[in-house]
């Protein structure tokens, strides 16, 4: 199991960008797949999160009407579309997934459940 996360940058409030996480060794349709973030000196936290072969999907309420969560099956990739970014989104950016965790508004809370992890993309909102 392996995930790229990438497209991180650095934008100006009120900017956008489009974060993707890549998966590798498994279909994204299998597993949901969570973004989480984690700032300077803050604790990592659920950002969003899509579903397995029903892609539902769930916002933390920082981010709800924001960001949004979507999935390519062709190129086995979700992104995380990121509108109105504020300098509070600001923060290194991950994806994860777990081989029996839901995609549910509570699990976006339960960091530790979430076994599989990428890299993570930093994210600056600057002016």
């Known amino acids: 199991v392996q995930l790229q996360a990438s497209g991180g940058g650095l934008v100006q409030p009120g900017g956008s960008l489009r974060l993707s996480c890549r998966a590798s060794?498994?279909?994204?349709?299998?597993?949901?797949i969570g973004w989480f973030r984690q700032a300077p000196g803050k604790e990592r936290e659920g950002v969003a999160c899509i579903g397995r072969s029903d892609a539902s999907t769930n916002y933390a309420s920082s981010v709800k009407g924001r960001f949004t969560i979507s999935k390519d099956r062709a190129k086995n990739t979700v992104y995380l579309q990121m509108n109105r970014l504020e300098p509070e989104d600001a923060a290194v950016y991950y994806c994860a997934t777990d081989f029996e965790t839901p995609c549910e508004i509570e699990t976006l809370g339960w960091i530790h459940r979430w076994d599989y992890w990428g890299q993570g993309t930093q994210v600056t909102v600057s002016s």
């Open positions: 060794a498994f279909s994204i349709d299998s597993y949901p």
